[in-house]
């Protein structure tokens, strides 16, 4: 049985993230392309990861534009047929329709508060925090929009939750096993803590791909959740 799992293939080689992809594919649901490697590869990279692996893509942009331009690129894009892409709600309600309407075979995911973000950043950035608030007001916002699904802190995944019931996919980053570095994230979580609090989706990139073995590292933190599952039965 696979994890819930979309482990970030953020390496800086095409020939690594294929190695990478492969290695995890058969204990995770999804491996997730961030912009960096997207913009130096384009979509070779999507056909390089999916290959033979039975893991669906998740393209991870955060769209964020007009109404038209991001239609334009969702359209672009969904020729790649990519399970998840990723737009900012903080677009706006006519750019996630937008998204969602050039996108129908696509789940479209809004961002709401980057995890990345402390409280006194929001502040800075113009947005009315605090961040759980602030998270529940895009994600009001982007499921009235046809957003499907909503990435955010495993924090706010409750709350989220209840405001928007079972059928919206969770997408959980900022997800790091106990003892690990947190990197760039502030609101973090551990991946058992994720996964019993509602997460659908919990992304993991560096405490699986910069282990010494990813394929190991990966069923491991699987196990951890089915673990964390039974107990919480």
């Not at 109404?67 to 706006?92: D, E, F, S, W, Y």
């Not at 990197?183 to 791909?209: F, H, K, N, W």
Request: proline letters at 7%; a neutral charge.
């Amino acid at each position: 049985m696979v994890a819930p799992i979309a482990v970030a293939i953020d390496a800086p080689e095409i020939e690594i993230a294929a190695r990478w992809a492969s290695a995890v594919a058969p204990h995770v649901s999804t491996v997730k392309v961030g912009l960096e490697l997207y913009l130096r590869y384009g979509p070779e990279v999507i056909t390089t990861l999916r290959g033979g692996n039975k893991v669906s893509v998740f393209l991870d942009l955060k769209l964020h534009d007009i109404p038209a331009t991001v239609a334009g690129a969702v359209r672009n894009i969904a020729r790649l047929k990519p399970a998840i892409l990723t737009v900012h709600a903080a677009g706006g309600r006519d750019m996630i329709a937008a998204a969602v309407e050039s996108a129908p075979n696509t789940q479209i995911a809004a961002v709401t508060v980057l995890t990345s973000l402390r409280e006194e950043a929001l502040e800075e950035v113009g947005l009315r925090g605090p961040a759980a608030d602030a998270a529940r007001r895009l994600a009001v916002l982007a499921v009235e929009s046809g957003a499907r699904a909503l990435v955010c802190s495993p924090h706010e995944v409750p709350s989220l939750r209840s405001e928007v019931g079972p059928d919206v996919t969770l997408i959980t980053p900022g997800v790091r096993p106990a003892g690990s570095d947190k990197g760039d994230q502030a609101r973090v979580a551990t991946p058992e803590e994720a996964y019993t609090s509602g997460a659908d989706l919990l992304v993991i990139g560096r405490p699986i791909t910069r282990a010494a073995d990813p394929g190991a590292a990966a069923a491991s933190i699987g196990a951890a959740l089915r673990r964390a599952e039974a107990a919480s039965a």
